[in-house]
């Protein structure tokens, strides 16, 4: 128990679906993101919010949109996927020190999405 | 963003020391070098980050020289949970002081009765 929980677990969607993922972190973090894991390739880094703010949007498709509505909260929306969008999305916080990130961040356990 | 490299799969016996080197020859003078490990279906967990010379925790040492083109992780006496892939991370801060994570292909540990 990392103290970042996400929902659903799993998650199975069509193409023409529009669903939602959470994340929720219990550590008094200032920072959070989202990654995405594909089979056999390395974690992605999707998105970055520091302070609420979203500092970074690493060339992710538009059907990917995500919201932090306060330090504690991340959620990605998703529309209209693609099949090549199934994959292990994980979500992290952190604290941002401002001064030098230690890079330490907490991950949760990720959903497994498959889209149909 | 510094990018690493480090063996994709090593083998390894219960209760041996194991020694997993990472390069990285671009590392920038505010880059801090910081290991995960992942087991599959989970996110990675934090292991140890160190900036130079050397970093134990309870959980493993981490030896950097003076030069920092490299790190080594050392994990003593492993057991078969240790059987995950671990991850050299190289960075610092990006424009808002927040940590940006580039991950790589990790190494592949298996530990083996």
């Known amino acids: 128990e990392t103290g970042v929980t996400q929902t659903p677990r799993h998650l199975v969607m069509g193409m023409t679906n529009k669903k939602s993922l959470k994340c929720e972190q219990h550590?008094?973090?200032?920072?959070m993101y989202w990654y995405k894991q594909s089979a056999k390739k390395p974690l992605e880094l999707m998105f970055v919010?520091?302070?609420?703010?979203?500092?970074e949007n690493n060339s992710v498709p538009s059907r990917f949109s995500p919201e932090c509505p306060n330090s504690s909260h991340l959620f990605l929306h998703l529309h209209t996927l693609q099949p090549e969008d199934s994959a292990l999305y994980l979500c992290?916080?952190?604290?941002?020190?401002?001064?030098?990130?230690?890079?330490?961040?907490?991950f949760g356990p990720g959903t497994r999405l498959t889209v149909t | 963003l510094a990018k690493t490299t480090q063996p994709i799969s090593m083998d390894s016996y219960e209760g041996q020391e194991v020694n997993i080197t990472c390069s990285h020859n671009?590392?920038?003078?505010?880059?801090?070098i910081t290991w995960y490990q992942q087991f599959p279906s989970q996110g990675p967990r934090f292991i140890i980050q160190?900036?130079?010379t050397k970093v134990t925790n309870e959980v493993a040492s981490l030896f950097i020289p003076a030069d920092r083109k490299s790190s080594t992780l050392s994990l003593p006496r492993v057991s078969l949970s240790d059987t995950a892939v671990y991850y050299c991370?190289?960075?610092?801060?990006?424009?808002?002081?927040?940590?940006?994570?580039?991950f790589g292909q990790g190494t592949t540990l298996q530990v083996k009765p």
């Open positions: 992290a916080s952190s604290q941002d020190t401002g001064v030098v990130s230690p890079l330490e961040q907490y």
């Open positions: 550590l008094g973090h200032n920072a």
């Open positions: 671009n590392i920038a003078t505010n880059d801090y």
């Open positions: 919010y520091s302070l609420e703010e979203r500092v």
């Open positions: 991370l190289v960075g610092g801060h990006g424009s808002s002081n927040t940590g940006k994570l580039i």
């Open positions: 160190g900036y130079k």
